[in-house]
């Protein structure tokens, strides 16, 4: 094999990350030529902001990987009623941690962001709902907030103009469930964040207080701010075709140099990620499976193949290695990017025992509101316990799936998927492991505990 | 129930930021929890009677949400991450060690009220794992050998101005730059 150069990160969200003399104060973001892009947005008329946030092909950082420009032109503008634009910082998929490098670091990058995006939807507020465990976070966010106001970037009568926009930062309390956009809603209400049913609660026509409503991810709308800077159509050239810009990828698990790390989307596949960039497996060890996109994207084992075409049109034939690490790419391999978290396991790792962990996860983080997840959750974790236990049978990994087909399609949110996602194709890929733990049910000698 | 004026003055500065009272719910509840620990009836009847609900709106949220408490946790509280990444890189041996230096078992607080340990769903550090929190710090890459001698600076009282552990927060790089000047003050009492 020839080798390749080392793919370069492009750092625009995380340009000042990790420079040791770059503070999350407001002096320092402003000697590097921050709010500059408000001042521009606030000369522009709203509905250009949003034209050139939809040309851009921006899509969300959450998850769902949908256009961040469309979900705005979904806006139920004919209501009257006031618009509220939200900021989902609950960073809460397992495997995923770059919101957090974000919030504690570059805070102000995130609120001008936040209030050229707010400018342009004409939002009559806007919250930052953050994870409650980032205490240190919520309170960075608070004081850049209150230093911003001051100098008229956010608050009353913002850059001397008449548009005048509040921005409260919001506390969630360790459930995971809030970083589903309706379950955030109801809980930003006060109430528990049991998700709403779509239709019709779509969150830009009914959201909080059954008023339209944006709610998009950190890193989302910190790239707005980018693509004011860059223009939609330049940004729209950074990446590739409907995979536009950069993306954060966090990368965990058995790799040398785990960590996050920026790139132009498809600049680099997953093989180079993991030797390349993130130095390869630990000495001894060879890969067995990566999660790709958060816990709950599908599992890829380590010597699979995918082929077949793409949707412009060319053919592929990809080992797990060569998927290119973008929105697309995952997507052809029958998995997703997800909110980006990169889980490397290798060969050391028990494959039951890894998906009791995940099982356990979701059980925990359930809502409770719809009674397959609320239970059939709960089941997988208890199956995957016992197996893990000594109790495992022939049979189990034909009852998880049978579980895990009866959650997925048949909940009110996406939660149901991602409880069920993993399990059926744990199963499809590491049968063999759930039936060989009938027979062998020690753990192997070399195998951390996981549940 | 006796809370301070400071924590008054703030759960009045925070309503009148939501459009809906009721809004203000988990920030009141918080800044309640932080000073005296947890939520009983008698706090969720003051929380309701201050946001014009029912006691029940606010007993329901302290019985769902994972951080909010009916009963308080120990003076100083440590949060283990179990999460898959945090397990592959051996959250579960921390936890382990955590409990018998602390001689605490995990989702308890010790008899003499000191510690508390919870082995808790993933704390977004997935990087720098097995991540550990000791009440507001984030401690990365806490194997159990570590944790072990986490858990004896922290018995001695010495891990705030150890050398050996920086916190994520502590670590972030601030106008002030002295440690114990981002040192972060328990509101605990």
């Not at chain 1, 020839?2 to 999350?24: F, G, M, Q, V, W």
């Not at chain 1, 809603?185 to 239709?199: A, D, F, T, W």
């Not at chain 1, 974790?381 to 197996?387: A, D, G, L, S, V």
């Not at chain 1, 890929?429 to 753990?443: G, I, L, T, V, W």
Request: hydrophobic share 35%; glycine share 10%.
């Amino acid at each position: 094999m020839i080798k390749k150069n080392t793919p370069k990160e492009r750092r625009i969200i995380l340009k000042h990350a990790d420079d040791p003399k770059y503070s999350n104060r407001i002096d320092c973001y402003l000697r590097e030529g921050g709010y500059a892009m408000l001042k521009k947005s606030f000369k522009m008329k709203p509905e250009e902001i949003g034209e050139e946030v939809l040309q851009s092909g921006v899509r969300g950082r959450g998850g769902a990987g949908f256009p961040a420009g469309m979900k705005w032109k979904f806006l139920d503008r004919k209501s009257g009623k006031p618009i509220y634009l939200i900021c989902n910082a609950d960073e809460s998929e397992p495997g995923t941690f770059k919101d957090r490098q974000i919030i504690h670091k570059d805070p102000h990058q995130l609120i001008e962001g936040m209030m050229i995006a707010a400018f342009a939807i004409q939002a009559k507020q806007a919250f930052i709902y953050i994870r409650a465990e980032f205490f240190e976070g919520a309170k960075i966010l608070e004081r850049a907030i209150e230093e911003a106001k001051k100098k008229g970037f956010c608050g009353d009568k913002i850059l001397g103009s008449n548009y005048s926009c509040d921005l409260v930062v919001h506390r969630g309390a360790g459930a995971y469930i809030c970083g589903e956009e309706t379950g955030l809603i109801e809980s930003l209400e006060g109430k528990r964040p049991n998700p709403r049913i779509k239709p019709p609660y779509f969150p830009a026509v009914l959201g909080l207080y059954q008023c339209p409503t944006i709610v998009n991810n950190v890193e989302t709308l910190c790239n707005v701010k980018h693509v004011m800077e860059i223009g939609g159509k330049a940004f729209s050239e950074i990446g590739k075709p409907n995979n536009t810009g950069t993306r954060i990828w966090c990368v965990s698990g058995h790799v040398k140099k785990p960590g996050y790390y920026e790139f132009e989307c498809g600049a680099l596949t997953l093989g180079e990620m993991i030797y390349d960039v993130c130095g390869g497996l630990l000495p001894g060890r060879s890969l067995q499976a990566v999660i790709p996109g958060g816990s709950s994207s599908k599992i890829l084992r380590a010597d699979e193949r995918f082929s077949g075409k793409l949707k412009d049109g060319t053919e592929f034939d990809w080992g797990v290695e060569d998927i290119p690490l973008d929105f697309d790419g995952p997507m052809a391999a029958g998995t997703m990017s997800g909110s980006g978290g990169i889980i490397v396991m290798d060969d050391s790792v028990d494959m039951v025992e890894a998906m009791a962990n995940i099982n356990a996860f979701y059980a925990h983080e359930s809502c409770g509101q719809c009674t397959p997840c609320r239970e059939g959750s709960l089941w997988m974790r208890k199956i995957t316990k016992r197996m893990c236990d000594g109790g495992a049978r022939e049979e189990d990994a034909d009852l998880l799936l049978s579980v895990a087909n009866q959650i997925e399609g048949r909940t009110i949110c996406a939660f149901g998927e991602a409880a069920a996602w993993p399990t059926q194709s744990f199963i499809a890929k590491f049968r063999d492991h759930f039936e060989d733990k009938a027979k062998n049910p020690e753990r192997k000698k070399s195998s951390l505990q996981l549940i | 129930m006796n809370l301070s004026e400071d924590t008054i003055e703030q759960i009045d500065q925070i309503i009148p930021k939501y459009p809906e009272k009721r809004s203000a719910a988990l920030m009141i509840i918080h800044l309640i929890q932080d000073e005296i620990g947890a939520i009983d009836l008698e706090a969720c009847e003051w929380i309701a009677e201050k946001l014009e609900v029912q006691p029940i709106n606010i007993q329901e949220l302290i019985t769902f949400y994972p951080m909010l408490r009916e009963k308080p946790w120990g003076k100083k509280h440590l949060r283990v991450c179990r999460t898959l990444p945090c397990a592959l890189r051996g959250s579960y041996a921390t936890c382990q060690s955590l409990e018998k230096k602390l001689g605490v078992k995990e989702g308890h607080v010790r008899d003499d009220g000191e510690y508390s340990l919870e082995f808790m769903e993933c704390l977004a550090d997935c990087g720098e794992g097995p991540v550990v929190m000791v009440d507001e710090q984030t401690y990365e890459n806490v194997d159990a050998e570590k944790a072990g001698l986490l858990a004896d600076l922290l018995l001695k009282g010495k891990l705030d101005d150890s050398k050996k552990f920086i916190s994520y927060e502590q670590a972030l790089v601030s106008e002030s730059k002295t440690k114990a000047s981002v040192k972060s003050k328990s509101s605990k009492k």
